[in-house]
C-alpha cells in the first residue's frame, strides 16, 4: 500500500487524514512540531516530533523509496494574524514549504497533495468560485498560499514534481466516531465557537456584520465536511499513484450557509438556547464564498456524503461535548 508523509499530521484535518490513511492501509507517518496539534490526535502510523525549518532532519527522514507521497497540512491559517504579522506566514508557510519541497527532490519523492485554500481568490467577482476564478488574495496567508501554488507549477515544468493544490472553503465539522475534532487554540472558526456558546465553554456568540448584502445579512460560507476533505485528499493520492498530472480543485459543497442559519442549525442539533451578540464586520470577509466543485466531482468522481449542515454540526457537536467534559 501507498507510504505517505503526513506533515501536519496532528493538526484538525492532517489528523482525520492519519486516521484516514491508517483504515486504508497506507503505511503513514506523521511529521509535526505540535506547535499547534495535538500528540494524541495522531491515532495511527509513526510520529516524528519536528519542524519544516529543520532542514537536516527532513533529509534524513525523506531517504530515497521511504515515501510514495507527501501531503502538507502544516500552516498557519488565521487571516487576520497574517496581517499583523506577515514574516510569521511566509517563514512557515512559504520557506518551510521550500524546505520540504527541496527534501522532496534530493529523494525523488514526486507527488504532493497540498492545502491551499479559498483565501488565494481574494474578494469574489463571481459566485460559486470555479477554477477559473482570478487568483488576487488579499492577506498575506492567502498570498503565502497562492506562492506554493505557483512554485509547485514551476517544479513540475522544471524538476516532474506532480502535484494536487486543494483549496478548501470552510473546513468544519468532526471525525462521525467522535475520535477528532477541532481543538485549535484560539478558536477563531465560526462552527466551534458557536458549538462552544451551546456547551457554555463561553457565554456567547459574536455575529461579525448583519448588514452584509445577503437574504439575511450575515456572510454566507459553503462549510465541507472534514471526512469529505479527506476523501479528495485519498481520490487525489490515487489519482496521482496511477500517473495523473498536477491538478487544482476547489472544495466545498457548492451551498452556502449564512452565518444566522449556522447558528440556527446549532440551536436544532444541540437543543440549547445560544447567546448571540451583533458585533461590528470583522476586516476582510467578504459577503459570501461559495465553491464550484465540479471539476473535482468529474475529474476525481468526488462526491462529498455529508453535505448536510445539520449533520456536519451534530458530529462537531458530540466533539464539543467530549471537549466540555459533558460526555
Ligand atoms: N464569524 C462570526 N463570528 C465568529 C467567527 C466567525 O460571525 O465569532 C463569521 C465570519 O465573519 C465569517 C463566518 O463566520 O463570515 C465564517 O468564519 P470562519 O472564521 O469560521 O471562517 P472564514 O470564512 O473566515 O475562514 C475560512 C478559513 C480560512 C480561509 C478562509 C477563506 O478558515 O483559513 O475561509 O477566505 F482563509
Not at 488579499?138 to 514534481?161: H, T
Request: charge should be negative; hydrophobic fraction near 40%; include cysteine.
Amino acid at each position: 500500500m501507498h507510504k505517505v508523509l503526513v506533515v501536519g499530521g496532528a493538526g484538525y484535518i492532517g489528523s482525520h487524514m492519519v486516521k484516514r490513511l491508517g483504515q486504508l492501509g497506507c503505511a503513514v507517518t506523521t511529521l509535526d512540531n505540535l506547535s499547534s496539534g495535538h500528540r494524541d490526535a495522531v491515532l495511527c502510523g509513526d510520529f516524528i516530533h519536528g519542524d519544516l525549518a529543520n532542514t537536516a532532519l527532513l533529509a534524513r527522514l525523506l531517504q530515497p523509496g521511504r515515501f510514495d507521497a507527501v501531503m502538507h497540512f502544516a500552516s498557519f491559517i488565521q487571516v487576520g494574524e497574517s496581517v499583523q504579522d506577515p514574516a510569521k506566514y511566509y517563514e512557515n508557510n512559504v520557506t518551510n514549504t521550500l524546505h520540504l519541497l527541496g527534501a522532496m527532490r534530493a529523494a525523488r519523492v514526486n507527488r504532493f497533495i497540498f492545502s491551499s485554500t479559498a483565501a488565494t481568490f481574494g474578494e469574489p467577482q463571481y459566485s460559486p468560485i470555479d477554477e477559473r476564478h482570478p487568483q488576487q488574495p488579499i492577506n498575506p496567508y492567502g498570498r503565502s498560499k497562492l506562492m506554493i501554488e505557483q512554485v509547485l507549477e514551476d517544479y513540475d515544468r522544471a524538476y516532474g514534481l506532480k502535484s494536487v493544490c486543494l483549496r478548501y472553503f470552510n473546513a468544519a465539522g468532526a471525525d462521525p466516531d467522535g475520535e477528532l475534532g477541532e481543538r485549535h487554540e484560539p478558536e477563531t472558526h465560526l462552527i466551534p465557537l458557536v458549538l462552544q456558546a451551546a456547551s457554555g465553554r463561553r457565554s456567547h456568540i459574536s455575529v461579525f456584520g448583519r448588514d452584509y448584502d445577503t437574504p439575511d445579512g450575515t456572510c454566507i460560507r459553503d462549510y465541507i465536511h472534514i471526512n469529505d476533505l479527506c476523501e479528495a485528499h485519498w481520490l487525489s493520492l490515487q489519482s496521482l499513484m496511477q500517473g495523473a498530472g498536477s491538478q487544482r480543485y476547489n472544495l466545498g459543497n457548492g451551498q452556502g450557509f449564512s452565518v444566522q442559519a449556522v447558528i440556527e442549525a446549532a440551536q436544532r442539533v444541540t437543543g440549547r438556547t445560544i447567546a448571540v451578540q451583533d458585533a461590528p464586520l470583522r476586516e476582510g470577509d467578504p459577503a459570501r464564498l461559495v465553491a464550484d466543485a465540479t471539476l473535482a466531482r468529474q475529474q476525481l468522481g468526488w462526491r462529498p456524503q455529508f453535505a448536510d449542515l445539520d449533520t456536519l454540526v451534530r458530529h462537531a457537536w458530540a466533539w464539543e461535548q467530549r471537549m466540555a467534559g459533558l460526555t
